[in-house]
């Protein structure tokens, strides 16, 4: 059986990110900080999120629960995923462009097959004996917009995270908001169901996985951002010698390194970490 080792780290208290362990998954929700006064945070909607997913994701059967066809074959995971969303969002009166989100990264597998579902920017990164295999929603990072432009340029100019970047990275989000799970924009986990089928789908023979990363991206940001490791498999070579937790201390001293965001412009001095380490090799 895998062996899974998570490490968590708050940027600012509370953190925001959520990670789900079972038997035969793994995943982390990473939820949207928001800007504004609101009556459900994105940490909030990440724990609910990942409450609704458990026991669609759990292969122990749950008498009247429905989750676990009689064919004995697992649901299909984005069928799952838009099933808790629409759980989580009819319990909480919840409208699509008007709530909380969060990401959704779940690694899953069984005695054939492991697969992978990404639903905006916290990758899956499978390793296997030909090499290495990230698995990322590239389309929140490629959408541009003016406001975020600006933030971006006001840091990289020493403007540090003052008052005035909360107000032109709020500015920003509002922006980028307007593109969030719409056709040309972004993907990710809110109150609109049919996101869950807009996510990125990966699989691979169990027989050819040694290990798996999933990572929010205040871990992804050290490898696809900041210099503190020259690739993932690098990141995985270091938590595997030290630990989860080590690899989360190095990106954290790669901010600290930077402190007003000018080398690094990013949206935080300092996200909120979950990292999970799957270790596939016990089964050799």
């Not at 649901?75 to 009819?90: G, R």
């Amino acid at each position: 059986m895998p062996t899974v080792e998570v490490a968590e780290q708050a940027g600012t208290e509370p953190s925001e990110d959520v990670v789900l362990t079972l038997p035969n998954a793994v995943a982390v929700l990473d939820g949207a900080t928001s800007l504004r006064p609101t009556e459900h945070t994105g940490g909030w909607y990440a724990a609910e999120l990942a409450t609704a997913l458990r026991h669609r994701l759990d292969p122990t059967p749950v008498p009247d629960s429905g989750s676990h066809p009689d064919s004995g074959a697992a649901p299909d995971l984005a069928d799952s995923l838009a099933s808790a969303i629409d759980e989580v969002s009819t319990a909480h009166g919840l409208r699509p462009g008007n709530s909380p989100s969060t990401t959704v990264s779940i690694l899953r597998w069984d005695e054939r097959t492991v697969e992978a579902l990404v639903l905006a920017d916290s990758p899956v990164v499978v390793f296997t004996a030909s090499g290495t295999d990230a698995v990322t929603d590239d389309r929140l990072h490629a959408l541009r917009t003016t406001g975020e432009g600006d933030y971006r340029q006001r840091l990289r100019g020493g403007g540090g995270f003052d008052e005035r970047h909360h107000d032109e990275l709020r500015a920003a989000v509002d922006a980028t908001g307007r593109w969030r799970n719409v056709e040309g924009g972004f993907w990710v986990a809110e109150a609109d169901p049919s996101a869950a089928h807009r996510a990125i789908r990966r699989s691979w023979p169990r027989s050819e996985v040694r290990s798996a990363l999933l990572a929010s991206d205040g871990v992804s940001c050290g490898v696809e951002q900041y210099d503190s490791y020259r690739d993932w498999r690098e990141l995985l070579a270091h938590a595997r010698a030290e630990s989860a937790w080590a690899v989360l201390e190095r990106v954290r001293a790669a901010e600290h390194a930077d402190p007003d965001g000018s080398r690094w412009p990013r949206p935080k001095r300092h996200d909120d970490q979950a990292l999970a380490v799957v270790d596939f090799t016990s089964d050799d």
